[in-house]
């Protein structure tokens, strides 16, 4: 994951950080200088973690409600870009932290350059995977890696990939399958219901609903997309919303020819999002896969990404999206808090000795599960 540019470019904040559980681990120097590599972070500049994570996390946007999931994700790729737009800038960086031998110090460093950042992030980037793969892991495991829902020309085709692979699983009984959503941030709204009917014992709906948002009057310049500016008008002046119950998504969908029908582990984290919650959301409901890793960044009970009204602020021109559709999903489960992303039934962490050493112990802990080496 790339960093994104932020407002300034120079005297940015100097180390790679790791956050979980309202804690910050040093990781490593933007440029491979000395750094006090795993210890626990106390505080920058006189600010305390604690107090730094809970001021962010009230501004950070990459998460429906109180997702904590999407947060954590952003502070982990984009922390000196953050930093530097709520806290400003500095030639130096003091550092308290705790090492890994329990001593408590001190440490200074440099600013640093957003090309430096960059740089680093490039050399440590991972070459770009296919947008999905399959394949068969020791003798009784699917192992199905979807890394969005969409693909670009050239690329190869989804529902043909899905049925390859189903009927791959079907004809060698296979009881065991993984799909990996890490990472995913979503795409088609299609896609993640034709993944669906390959896992659906009976007949379904996927949405409960559809809903459209009325977009209030502004002076400032809105790019709505066709489908918003054909709805708006048919909501009533006292009423903020209503509710599509007629579309094709909502109709009843049956399932595939070679649906699977073994035990199916799904592996969610911080970057899922949009078509990719909708999908777990749904099969979390209806019991078809046990959840492995972290919360995902997309909300549980409704998603709002997909349609937007893009208005052009008048004085910084700065373009921002404003959300007016919703997916509602159903047969929603009191376990899992509607405000919140998609919880797993097994929550496994990166530890930051995990990501200092190229370690995964989300496919471990699944392995471990499935009883595969």
Known sequence: MGFKCPLVTTNLFPLKLYFTKGKAFVISHYLNQDAPVLSEVISINGISIEKLIDSLFLNLAFADGFSAGGKYFELNNYFPGIFSTYYGT??????ECITSEQKTETRTFAGVTYDTIKSFNDRQNKPEEAPYSFSVVGNNLGWMDINRFYSFKGEPDYDKFLKKSFAELKNKGIENLVIDLQGNEGGIEDWGIELYRYLARNPFRYY?????RKMQKTNFKEQLPFLVRLLR???GPDRKSFKLFVH???KTQKPKKDVFHGKVYLLLDGQSYSVTTEF???AKSDGRVVVVGQESAGGYA???SGLFSIVTLPNSKVELGIPLFGFNMGNNLAKNPMDRGILPDYEVEMSPADIVNGSDPVRDFVMKLVGEK
């Not at 500095?90 to 550092?95: D, H, P, R």
């Not at 409960?208 to 459209?212: A, C, D, G, N």
């Open 90 to 95: 500095s030639s130096q960086y003091i550092i």
């Open 208 to 212: 409960e609903s559809l809903s459209v």
């Open 233 to 235: 008008p048919f909501i």
């Open 248 to 250: 094709k998504w909502l």
């Open 280 to 282: 777990a959301s749904k």
């Open 302 to 304: 409704l998603n709002t």
